[in-house]
């Protein structure tokens, strides 16, 4: 699955683009977090690997901002366990091993980049 970021405007937030997207392309995409205010909203979207093209494309067709997301990758030779990361990630992703380095759930990440903000020695990359 590849992670998107959607931007819509003020006058999209009130049109039911995502739901005409899913339907137009028959492709079931999987909503990770939304968040919709009266003059511009975001979703964090999951699509199936083989769909991404299409789907980015048909978003953009309506010309709604589209980000592809990376995935987290931690530089295990610079972490110093220093847990800043932990503390601050919003939904848990991120544990220590008996060993002390640490953990991430993949899957859980929603590609935010707070702990690659906070790290100290840049361990973290988005
Ligand atoms: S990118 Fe955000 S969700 Fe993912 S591990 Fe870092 S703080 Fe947590
Ligand atoms: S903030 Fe950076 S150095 Fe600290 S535990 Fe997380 S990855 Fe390691």
């Not at 049109?15 to 899913?22: E, K, P, R």
């Not at 909503?31 to 009266?38: K, M, V, Y």
């Not at 901002?65 to 847990?83: A, F, H, N, R, W």
């Amino acid at each position: 699955m590849t992670r998107v970021l959607l931007k819509f405007n003020e006058n999209q937030v009130d049109q039911a683009i995502t739901s005409q997207v899913i339907i137009e392309q028959g492709i079931p995409l999987n909503i990770l977090r939304a968040h919709i205010e009266p003059t511009r909203g975001e979703i964090l979207l999951e699509i199936p690997q083989d769909h991404v093209e299409q789907v980015v494309e048909a978003f953009q067709k309506r010309k709604v901002i589209v980000t592809v997301q990376k995935q987290l990758e931690i530089d295990e030779k610079k972490c110093i366990s220093c847990g800043a990361c932990y503390s601050l990630c919003p939904i848990n992703v991120i544990s220590f091993k008996q060993d002390h380095t640490v953990n991430f759930d993949e899957e859980k990440c929603i590609s935010c980049g707070q702990c690659v903000d906070a790290c100290p020695v840049r361990a973290l990359r988005i």
